[in-house]
C-alpha cells in the first residue's frame, strides 16, 4: 500500500505562506505590547507572575521571529531547509520558559515575595486569553495545509500563551479578592509540564505530517500508515 498526500498546488501554497508571514507579523507585534506592559506592571507590583508572563510574551516573540526568518524565503526548496534550525529555536524556548515558570512557581510556593493587586496586570492577561487561541487556530490550521512542522509547533506555543494567560488571570483575580496566592503557582507547573512536552515534541520534528488534504492508499507501499512526509498517520497534526 502507497499512501499519496495531496499537497497544495503551487499558487494556493503562495496564499498558505502569506497568510502564515502575517499571522507571524501579528503574534510579533502584539507579543511586544504585551511584554512591555507586563514586564512594566509585574515590576511596580512586585508580581513574579506578571513578570514570568512578561518574559514568555519575549520568548514567544523569538519563536515568532523564527518561523517569520524560515518563511521570509521565496523558495519552497529554501524554506523546507530552514524547517529544523526552527524546529530546534522554537523548541529551546519552550524549554526555556518551562524553567523559568518551574523555577517561578517554587519560589511562589515557598512564600518568596507577595505581590500587590494590579490592574493593568488583569487587562492584559483578559486580552491575551481573548486573543491568542484565535491567532494560534489561524496559524495551526495553514501550517496543517501548508505542512509546516514549525508553523504549527509555534501557533502551539501560541497557545501555550493562552494558557499561562488564563493561569495569570485566575492568581491576579484570586490574590486581588480572596488572597489566594497559592493558586497561581500550582496551575503554572502544570503549564511547565506541558511546555516541556511541547519542546521534546518540537525539537523531535512531531507537530505536523501531512498538509490538510487527505491521503489516498495505493496498494504496494510498504506501509499503509505512513504519509508522504514519512510520518504516522493519526498524529495531532494529521
Sequence with gaps: MTVISL?????RRDVLTKRIRLLVAATIT??????VVALTAGTLASS?????????SVIEVSSAAAVAWQFSAREHAVREAREKTTLRIIAVSFFALATYVTVDAVQALTGTGEAERSLPGIVIAALSLAIMPFL???QRKAGR????????ADSKQTLLCAYLSAVLLAGLVLNATLGWSWADPVAALVI?????KEGRDAWQGKGCCAPAAHPVAVPGSPSAHEDACGCHTGCDCC
Excluded at 145 to 152: Q, R
Excluded at 192 to 196: H, I, Y
Design 7 to 11: 499537497r497544495p498546488s503551487p499558487a
Design 30 to 35: 502584539y507579543n511586544v505590547i504585551e511584554a
Design 48 to 56: 513574579t507572575a506578571l513578570i514570568g508572563f512578561g518574559l514568555d
Design 136 to 138: 494560534s487556530a489561524a
Design 145 to 152: 495545509e501548508l505542512g509546516s512542522a514549525s508553523a504549527v
Design 192 to 196: 511547565a509540564a506541558l511546555a516541556l
